[in-house]
């Protein structure tokens, strides 16, 4: 379709104009959308990661602490029975 040629009323021109519009608006919508649920659900993951790597260094950090305090513990008992 020719558009300013004469052979098209401009009424039709403009209608054809703005469907072509909607139409890219739509697109770039969708786009957006599809961008954002990505952008959520990477955003996502990396939370669920970051709180199984720090729940992991809690945990390691509580063992070595027991570690510690049953190194303690024992060093005393054998204070005591020395003693």
């Known amino acids: 379709m020719e558009h300013g040629s004469g052979d098209h009323p401009a009424k039709e021109v403009l209608k054809d104009a703005c469907q072509d519009l909607?139409?890219?608006?739509?697109?770039?919508?969708?786009?957006?959308?599809?961008?954002?649920?990505?952008f959520k659900a990477s955003e996502a993951v990396k939370k669920k990661n970051s709180d199984s790597q720090e729940k992991a260094?809690?945990?390691?950090?509580?063992?070595?602490?027991?570690?510690?305090d049953s190194q303690e513990s024992d060093s005393e008992s054998e204070e005591s029975e020395s003693n």
Do not use: G, L, Y
């Open 22 to 38: 909607m139409q890219m608006c739509e697109h770039i919508r969708n786009t957006f959308d599809k961008t954002v649920e990505e």
């Open 57 to 68: 260094m809690n945990t390691d950090s509580q063992a070595k602490a027991m570690d510690i």
